[in-house]
């Protein structure tokens, strides 16, 4: 599409500046050389626009690469939050078994771990949110990326 603005307004420039030269009416050259304005303004205005969107459309492959690796990073963190919590689980019911219910809540605050790897998992948690933000993010930017297709060249 906007390939196409380009186009025309670049072949209005050119036509109305060989037409302006042509005609002999003053009235003539005067809307030649409005023409051959309008032209110049639009073409350089879609080249600059065109010239900023290149880039972004350009890397549009790169999308599901991305997806895709925050996806298998994700993964990851899934697995060691499962073995984690299964490692926690195991642990809790091996303590609660060996519990005797005459002992003070004292020595219950010593049996419940205070683990150093609880601001692991949460950590974890905020990057694995921050990895869903992410694709959320890029999987919109792909679907704009159509629009911006479409803008430029006339694809989807």
């Known amino acids: 599409m906007l390939i196409l603005i380009f186009c025309i ?11 302006y030269y042509k005609v002999n009416s003053y009235e003539l050259k005067h809307m030649f050389k409005e023409f051959a304005s309008i032209g110049y303004i639009i073409a350089r205005i879609s080249f600059l626009i065109f010239i900023f969107m290149v880039p972004g459309v350009a890397t549009a492959g790169k999308i599901d690469e991305k997806i895709a690796m925050y996806e298998e990073e994700n993964g990851k963190i899934e697995a060691q939050m499962d073995v984690l919590v299964e490692k926690y ?18 020595t ?5 771990p205070d683990l150093k790897s609880d ?11 921050n990895n869903n933000a992410k694709i959320k993010e890029l999987k919109e930017d792909k679907i704009n990326m159509q629009t911006k297709r479409w803008i430029l060249f006339f694809k989807k």
């Not at 689980?89 to 004292?106: C, G, N």
């Open 9 to 19: 307004a670049l072949v209005l420039d050119i036509v109305s500046h060989i037409l």
């Open 89 to 106: 689980m195991k642990y809790e019911q091996e303590t609660f078994l060996d519990f005797k219910a005459e002992e003070s809540s004292i």
């Open 108 to 112: 219950l605050v010593a049996l419940i």
């Open 119 to 129: 601001e692991l998992v949460k950590t974890q948690i905020n990057v694995y949110i």
